[in-house]
């Protein structure tokens, strides 16, 4: 060995030894924040990400047992995904329950998955879980033809309206028939007139708390890489919310609170906001006039 390459050899050594050294110190002091509250640094939150989607794809090998598109399977897999899935991850104009606002990662928005991971990915993932985010494996609990059912459903949502899975819900044995969207949620009773004004540090960090990014790329927010909606750059400098209302923070706080009174075919649900996290979200949003890469 060269005197050149043994001092690069030894260099790199080096740098190794103090990389651990570093993390170790780092971790006995308690620097990384690991509150639910808080998401993830963005190099923690990509190197997890890439390290899930790799682990997935090496891993994804099963082959689905015939046509997932019969009406049969999607139907059985709604009734599992009603019953192990939507609390967490929602559905069509339906927003997951109170437990999912406090999960770091949020638990991602599947008609994402639906529309991009080939079946073998999501049967994996459905029946092994996801180590470190809240979502289990089902694979002792259901079966395998039950997790296949599943992945057929979370294949066809991405095609559902609101109005389309609450009638395929409502058209299940042992539910009542509907014809209309699942209900929202109920709305807090709006605050008292001692409100204060909205504040954008408040809104960038409510916008968490509400799993907006599981739908919407946003700006300065980590784990926005969702385009399950469309992406939140530059929409103070739009004219419309929602393609019906006149864009103005009155009118943001009215749609975030409540988006199927405004457009009763939007598939964006009721989160249960309060009047104060509205206000601040809408002024988060009222900084964001320019748009990604532009």
């Known amino acids: 060995m060269t005197l050149r390459l043994r001092t690069l050899v030894l260099g790199f050594v080096a740098m190794l030894l103090a990389g651990v050294v570093g993390g170790a110190v780092l971790v006995y002091m308690g620097f990384y924040d690991i509150s639910a509250m808080r998401q993830h640094t963005k190099p923690v939150f990509h190197l997890l990400d890439f390290a899930m989607a790799r682990a997935i794809d090496v891993r994804a090998d099963a082959v ?17 995904f009603q019953r192990h899935c939507l609390q967490c991850h929602g ?19 599947l008609l994402h998955a639906g529309r991009t991971w080939p079946p073998s990915e999501i049967q994996w993932v459905v029946a092994n879980g996801v180590k470190m985010t809240g979502m289990p494996g089902w694979g002792w609990r259901l079966s395998e033809e039950e997790i296949w059912d599943l992945v057929a459903f979370v294949q066809a949502m991405p095609r559902l309206s609101p109005r389309a899975y609450a009638e395929l819900a409502g058209s299940l044995p042992g539910t009542a028939q509907a014809a209309a969207p699942v209900p929202a949620p109920p709305q807090p009773a709006p605050d008292g007139p001692a409100t204060r004004p909205g504040r954008v540090d408040a809104g960038r960090f409510a916008t968490q708390q509400y799993l907006c990014a599981t739908c919407h790329v946003i700006p300065g927010v980590v784990g926005a890489n969702q385009h399950v909606g469309p992406p939140l750059g530059g929409i ?22 409540d988006p199927q009174a405004v457009d009763p075919l939007s598939a964006m649900p009721a989160l249960g906001l309060t009047e104060q996290d509205a206000r601040d979200i809408a002024a988060f949003l009222f900084t964001l006039d320019k748009v990604e890469g532009k």
């Open 91 to 109: 559905a069509p104009g339906v927003a997951p329950e109170a437990l999912a606002f406090g999960l770091t990662p949020a638990p991602a928005n």
């Open 64 to 80: 689905p047992p015939g046509d997932l598109g019969e009406e049969r399977r999607v139907r059985a897999g709604l009734a599992q």
């Open 236 to 257: 103070a400098g739009r004219a419309y919310i929602g393609g019906v209302l006149p864009n103005s923070p009155e009118n943001m706080v009215r749609f975030l609170r």
